[in-house]
């Protein structure tokens, strides 16, 4: 659709798997929703992540999430009349150094209490999960109930079941603010005109917190890199997607692997990171040993996007349709060499594509999905740090019951955006 509606619900702000899943689920309650792209549908990260969707390793905030999710997943092909690549085949993370084992084994505490099937796979049995490799590896944490989607399948198949539904779509259209009316939200400004509506949800991606910003609304979040490559038809190693230190794989439907580095991430140094680094202090520590520290051409970049602008335009999001970044030729040939050393059976694998995201990540690594309380009618559903894709569906659904006032305070409790002050 390329006009808009002068009358919304609900306007979204983003065509990722958060935006598209909680347009598709307000759509179905039968809420008159418009959800508004900058860029195409599935653009940015939910096109490019590795297509995991796990419970196992999550903090604990997210689990029932997760779980609700993994629930829709299961049902989503059938419902949305078209084949999302999921399945569940269960995911493997194996362990180099015996701290590794200490913390899968600590974890099982939240897979016991959710009744989740995750387990610890001694050394000796791993060869029957991955019968041909030269790991050496300690011991492994495997959930069979976990599960794999195509990404870009999954993201733009829920975008065309909200459409179905009668939710308006629009792509290519940038939001460049929003109005209020005694302090409420009262209108949406994008690109090709004014939407009135009194509920907005930002589910920008790594764009929400400049979004925010214009608004004066502080949202922390910094972005991290990460790149990937797609190898030619193989054959199949094992049925799980499996990640260690040196890489990680998912098999795809086409018969090749989504192979990333397991522990090489870029996390690149911007004007933001002096802003919110502080509050960063405790996962940076946590994280380090799996991030590279770069200063780049981005510093700049991003030192010269605008903060402020006019609410009717120009504005930073229509210069940059979709984030394209180049992948890392270095990291992506030692994740590739690891690949081919660890399972020799993949020695004739060849490198077909490659390319890289932008991952948005908040100060605790878990997301916002919450009311923004200054200002009533703005709702955010952002910062799903590297792991929202498998989140997605539970995640919308459950925007779409905070906005629509059905989820509880308990169940919305974990992603409070007030959190963070
Ligand atoms: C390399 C990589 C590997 C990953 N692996 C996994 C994995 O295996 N499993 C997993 O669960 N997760 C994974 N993730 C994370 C997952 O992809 C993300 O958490 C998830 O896709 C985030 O979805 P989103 O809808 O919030 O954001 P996005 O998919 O980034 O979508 C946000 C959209 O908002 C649009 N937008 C922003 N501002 C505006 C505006 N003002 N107007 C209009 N449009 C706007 C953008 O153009 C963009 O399309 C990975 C991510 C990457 C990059």
Redesign the pocket.
Known sequence: MTSIPKESDVVI????????STAYYLAKSGVSVTL???????????????????QQGRDPAEIPTIMRSLALWKGLSKELGEDIGFKQAGVFYLANTEEQVAGYEDWLKHAKEYQIDSHIVPKTEIQKYIPTNSGGWLAALRTPSDGKAE?SKA?TALARGADNLGANILTN????GFETEAGRVSSVR?ELGAIKTNTLL???????S??CGRHNIPLPQLKI????LRTSPVPEISKH?IWCRDV?L?RRQDGGYTV?HGSATEAPIVPDTFKWGIKYLESYKKEKSRLRIKLNGRFYKELMTARRWNIDGP?P?ESE???DVSPNKKILNEAFNNLRNLFPQLENATIIES??????VTPDAV?VISPVEKIPGFYL????????????PGAGELAAHMITGKASKQELSNFDYSRFF
């Open positions: 702000i983003g065509g990722g798997i958060i935006g598209v508004v792209e900058k860029g195409i549908i599935a653009g940015e990260q939910s096109s490019r992540n590795w297509g995991f969707v796990r990404p993201t259209c940038a939001v460049l994008t930002c589910a920008g991606g790594t764009w929400s400049l979004f890199q990460s790149s990937v997607s990680a998912r990333a504005s999001f349709r979709i984030y390319w890289a995201g932008l991952i948005d997301p559903a952002t910062g799903f740090s590297g792991h929202g894709f498998g989140i997605g």
